[in-house]
């Protein structure tokens, strides 16, 4: 099969496209990723602090990681990658979906429209007590830990380790990997489950797979095209 990067570049132009990213399309936009070398505040796991567990135990902590992370990403802006894919929708309308793991937002900034967010939205908050879920924009929060109007605290709405993952979401997700013709893994290690397993969906189903990334990862086995390299600069190219 030709792999070139020249095929990939000719099929995108007509084929049913999925792009499934990760926190390394946000990484040149200044925003941590979970697993590289500058890896996530302090010596905390994201594991450790992302679960309903430290949630219960410290909430304020929790919290101070999250407003640290929402101010971080306040003052980001959408990079090159986030742009190419959403340049990528427009020209691809009705045969174009954006899987992320991300919960930053910077895909919406960038301009992307059919997005299926599987790990939640770090800007929307949800009632621990009552159903109350909303947009919550404030930079710094305060107060810290935020509270509902019933009194409860709020957590943000986000899946943590352990959690389900939206059954909307995740029904979408694997609806658009199992029609993909192209499924592009752009800037994640592949090892959170079950956002990592689309790959093989995709593949199962008779996609062609690339991957975008600058180091090594499981995806890579299952890929035709490996583009090493960041995706800021190697999605551009790519249209
Ligand atoms: C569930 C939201 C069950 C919160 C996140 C043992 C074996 C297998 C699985 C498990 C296990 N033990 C537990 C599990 C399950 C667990 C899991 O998979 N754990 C892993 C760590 C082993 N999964 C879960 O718990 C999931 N839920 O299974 O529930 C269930 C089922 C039914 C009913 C009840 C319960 C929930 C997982 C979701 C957790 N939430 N985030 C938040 O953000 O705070 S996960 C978190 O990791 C982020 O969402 C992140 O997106 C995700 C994956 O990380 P990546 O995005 O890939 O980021 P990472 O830093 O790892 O990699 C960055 C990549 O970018 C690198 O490859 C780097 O090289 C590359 N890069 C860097 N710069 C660039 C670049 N690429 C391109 N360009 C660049 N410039
Ligand atoms: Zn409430």
């Not at 099969?1 to 499934?20: K, W, Y």
């Not at 909430?59 to 003052?75: A, G």
Request: include cysteine; proline fraction near 8%; aromatic fraction near 8%.
């Amino acid at each position: 099969m030709d792999n070139s990067p020249g095929t990939l570049r000719t099929i995108l132009e007509a084929a049913r496209i999925v792009a499934f990213t990760g926190a390394g399309i946000s990484a040149e936009s200044g925003i941590p990723t979970f697993r590289g070398p500058n890896g996530l505040w302090r010596s905390f796991s994201p594991e450790k602090l992302a679960s309903p567990e430290a949630f219960a135990d410290d909430p304020r902590l929790v919290w101070e990681w999250y407003d640290w992370r929402r101010q971080i990403i306040h003052k980001a802006q959408p990079n090159p990658g986030h742009r190419a894919l959403a340049e990528m929708e427009g020209r691809a309308v009705g045969r174009f979906t954006l899987v992320t793991q991300n919960v930053d937002g910077l895909h919406d900034r960038a301009g992307s429209r059919n997005i299926v967010k599987l790990h939640g939205d770090i800007w929307q908050v949800r009632c621990t007590a009552c159903a109350v879920q909303e947009q919550n924009d404030q930079v710094p929060m305060d107060p810290l830990p935020p509270r509902c109007r019933c009194g409860a605290l709020l957590r943000p709405a986000v899946v943590w380790f352990g959690e389900a993952l939206p059954a909307d979401a995740w029904g979408r997700a694997l609806e658009a990997a199992a029609q993909a013709q192209v499924f592009l893994v752009i800037g994640t290690s592949a090892t959170v489950y079950p956002a990592a397993g689309l790959v093989q969906v995709a593949r199962k189903s008779g996609a062609r797979v690339a991957v975008v990334n600058p180091d090594p990862t499981p995806a890579d086995q299952l890929a035709e095209w490996v583009l090493r390299g960041a995706a800021g600069d190697i999605l551009p190219r790519l249209l």
